[in-house]
Structures are given as structure tokens and as C-alpha cells.
């Protein structure tokens, strides 16, 4: 089985541009969250869908937003970006059968904001 | 408030010994999951090991156990019989049940364990 797909695995952005950020999850798995990891912050919730609503969101500005697909893919834009956006923004999948689901991790986008 | 505290910023570790990354947390929901995961260096967090609030045992996976302290709120990982693939970055972090949101982890600032040959 696959795991959780992340693309582009890089990307390199300039201020005041937007960037769409893909995830696929583990087939079969219907919740997908968003994290923004950075080295002063740690890993931050930015978002979770489930069945194309966004059911959970974390404390971002508006200029983060995303959505889910009828497949479970997942996108995150972040338009208008800025210095601070640069970050390693990890998508996570899980089945939603439980609250003790654990949630499976993609490898990241590594996004830089110059 | 929600909140994980990871005090050790960095560990080293001897090869084949063990070792335990220390985890604190707070929580007002009386039902909460505990999580440890492990980000090697390519950065995908790897899930090690899960324990419930309600869990009357420790959890263990193989060499991890969880250290499980409920009254002084603290859930420490322990691995046993380091091998040199263990260094890392680990997490602890918490979800609150009661939402019944699964998607919401609440991390910790992670521990960085170094194991030496």
C-alpha cells in the first residue's frame, strides 16, 4: 500500500506569490490534516478535512486556506506569502475508524519564501 | 490549556543502552490519546507508540515503551537497546478525544537523541 504522497517535495517561492501544495493520502483513508513545521514554532495544525469539509482548523490567517477532493486528495494554497510562510508543510492520513487512529505522515514539502 | 512540554532539547545515547525522552502535558479533557513519533532526517514522522488516557497498562511497541504517569501528567518514552538508526527527532503530542476530530495532533517542541557508536 502506498503511503501519504506529498509534491512537489521542494519549492521556492518568491514574497507576495501563492503556492499550491498537493497531498494524496494512503487509499481508503478519508481524514487529511495539514501541519506547518518550522524550527521556532515546532509543528503547528493548520487544518483538517474529511469528506471534502473542513471540519477543524488551527489558529492561521486566512491567507491559508484548502480543500479535499471526492478521491480524499488534499491541497493547501497559501496566497500572498510571506518571509515567515518558509517551512516544511507536512500532510497526515488516517482512516478516522477511531480516536486512537494514529495518523500516517507524508515526507513533507519544503517550501522557501526569498 | 492544551499544551506538550519537551524539556531535553538534545540527548546522546551509547549504542545498545537505553534511554528515556521525557514528556509532559496538559490537558483540561479527561480523555486524551498520547503519541510519540520519530523524524528522521528526509522528514516524515514515523508513529512509534500510542497510549490512552484511560489505558490501565503502559503501551509498549517492541524496544519502546511509554512511561505512562497520569497523576503528574507526564509520558515519557523509553527505548530500549539503542541502535544507531534511532537517531532522530522525536515528538510527543497529544490529541483530546472528546472533539472527536482525529486530525488535531498537539505537538510538543521535539527531543533530539543522537546515538553514538
Known amino acids: 500500500k502506498a503511503g501519504v504522497t506529498q509534491t512537489p517535495r521542494y519549492l521556492i517561492k518568491t514574497r507576495g506569490q501563492q503556492v499550491t501544495l498537493s497531498c494524496s493520502p494512503i487509499?481508503?483513508?478519508?481524514?487529511v490534516s495539514w501541519y506547518q513545521q518550522t524550527p521556532g514554532q515546532g509543528l503547528q495544525f493548520l487544518f483538517e478535512y474529511f469528506s471534502e469539509t473542513q471540519r477543524n482548523k488551527g489558529n492561521f490567517p486566512g491567507r491559508f486556506s484548502g480543500r479535499q477532493f471526492s478521491n480524499s486528495r488534499s491541497e493547501m494554497n497559501v496566497s500572498t506569502l510571506e518571509l515567515g510562510d518558509s517551512a516544511l508543510y507536512l500532510c497526515a492520513s488516517s482512516p478516522d475508524r477511531g480516536r486512537a487512529e494514529k495518523l500516517f505522515f507524508g515526507s513533507g514539502t519544503q517550501l522557501s519564501v526569498l | 490549556a492544551q499544551k506538550i512540554t519537551q524539556t531535553q532539547p538534545g540527548m546522546f545515547v551509547q549504542e545498545k543502552e537505553a534511554v528515556t525522552l521525557d514528556c509532559t502535558y496538559d490537558t483540561s479533557d479527561p480523555s486524551y490519546g498520547l503519541f510519540w513519533y520519530k523524524q528522521p532526517s528526509s522528514g516524515e514522522m514515523i508513529f512509534l507508540i500510542y497510549q490512552g488516557s484511560y489505558d490501565q497498562q503502559n503501551a509498549t511497541e517492541g524496544r519502546y515503551s511509554l512511561n505512562f504517569q497520569k497523576a503528574r501528567k507526564s509520558a515519557n518514552l523509553v527505548i530500549s537497546a539503542s541502535q544507531l538508526g534511532d537517531s532522530a527527532m522525536y515528538f510527543c503530542a497529544m490529541r483530546e478525544l472528546s472533539s472527536g476530530n482525529t486530525g488535531k495532533l498537539i505537538f510538543g517542541q521535539g527531543t533530539t537523541l543522537q546515538v553514538k557508536p
Open positions: 487509499s481508503g483513508h478519508r481524514s
